[in-house]
């Protein structure tokens, strides 16, 4: 039978298993970190999508046609969005701000997976 190496196999030294159980408790910070910011970044991207899917709804209703670099530049959106469409002012600020807001949240948690990931990865080593 081949051996493992001790990464992979699940055997601690006296050859029993449940050795993945006997690690110190920052292994489980780092576990139970990743996990949690996963499951928040799922619930953040559904809460956005019913919120920006919401306003965007509204928006193609009324054929308001927002240019994609409009989104990110606020003085585009004032100079060249709302004089168009002064009547869904509201709709046309919670659409963007919606938007800017979840992407900013899941890239701040996509790095914050990442970093619990590394740490992981190097504290195992």
Not at 23 to 52: D, K, N, Q, T
Not at 64 to 80: G, H, L, M, T, Y
Not at 81 to 89: K, N, T
Request: glycine share 4%; proline share 2%.
């Amino acid at each position: 039978m081949r051996e493992h190496s001790s990464r992979l196999s699940r055997k601690d030294k006296n050859g029993k298993f449940g050795a993945m159980f006997n690690e110190s408790p920052l292994f489980y910070v780092l576990i139970v970190g990743i996990i949690v910011s996963f499951c928040a970044l799922l619930v953040l991207h559904l809460y956005f999508r019913v919120r920006v899917f919401k306003a965007y709804k509204v928006l193609v209703q009324n054929r308001v046609d927002i240019d994609v670099k409009a989104i990110f530049n606020e003085q585009k959106i004032r100079e060249e969005v709302l004089p168009r469409y002064p009547q869904f002012q509201r709709e046309i600020w919670a659409f963007v701000r919606n938007l800017r807001l979840a992407m900013t949240l899941a890239s701040a948690f996509l790095v914050l997976i990442i970093l619990l990931g590394l740490v992981l990865l190097n504290y195992r080593s």
